[in-house]
Structure formats: structure tokens, C-alpha cells
């Protein structure tokens, strides 16, 4: 399961209805690169694949393929408008390492 904090709900709920993006979910994966190895991604979809875990929490719909699945269980997704720049920050507790910007993770 994701966890989606109250400021990440508002910011995501805010961008959707900003860009027209009504019905639509935020998808959440990994991808290689990054200076630790693997890089978070986050979008906003309307349409589930195969094989798609389907989570809701604080009233959000977040969606994860398979593969990213297992590196995102139990993950908290937050929004950070602090000092070191806006933009949402993911918390894993898989994540053996990540880079300074926490873009970035190794498992």
C-alpha cells in the first residue's frame, strides 16, 4: 500500500482540476537512473494496465505496475513546499540509499 499524506492529497486534487484532469488517479513507479540507481515517477492517469495494483488512501486513488510495486510497499507519498523546493517527496522504507535531492533511491 501507498500512503498519500493531507498535503500531497491537496496538491495532487489542486494540479488535476488545474490541468482539467477529472477521473484521473495518480500512477506512482520506478524507473532506472538517477545518481543512486532507480528514480521515483509520478503522473496523473485515467486508464489502469494489466497486472496494475490499485490502492486508495485519504480519499485518493493511486495506482503502481507490478514491477515498481515491489520496490514501493509501504511507501509514503508527501508534498514538500520547504525551503529545499517544492514538489512531492516520496518516503521508502526500502530504500537503502538515496541522493541528496531524493529523486533517487537503491534498494
Do not use: H, W
Not at 28 to 46: I, K
Request: with cysteine; aromatic share 10%.
Amino acid at each position: 500500500m501507498i500512503t498519500v499524506t493531507d498535503s500531497a492529497k491537496k496538491q495532487a486534487v489542486r494540479l488535476m482540476e488545474d490541468d482539467g484532469k477529472d477521473g484521473f488517479f495518480i500512477r506512482v513507479g520506478v524507473e532506472g537512473g538517477g545518481c543512486s540507481g532507480l528514480m521515483y515517477q509520478l503522473t496523473f492517469d485515467n486508464e489502469e494496465k494489466e497486472g496494475d495494483k490499485s490502492f486508495e488512501d485519504n480519499g485518493v486513488k493511486v495506482v503502481v505496475d507490478k514491477k515498481s510495486y515491489l520496490y514501493l510497499i509501504g511507501t509514503t507519498l508527501d508534498f514538500s513546499g520547504g525551503l529545499n523546493g517544492k514538489g512531492f517527496v516520496f518516503s521508502n522504507p526500502n530504500a537503502d540509499r538515496t541522493c541528496g535531492c531524493g529523486e533517487s533511491f537503491s534498494v
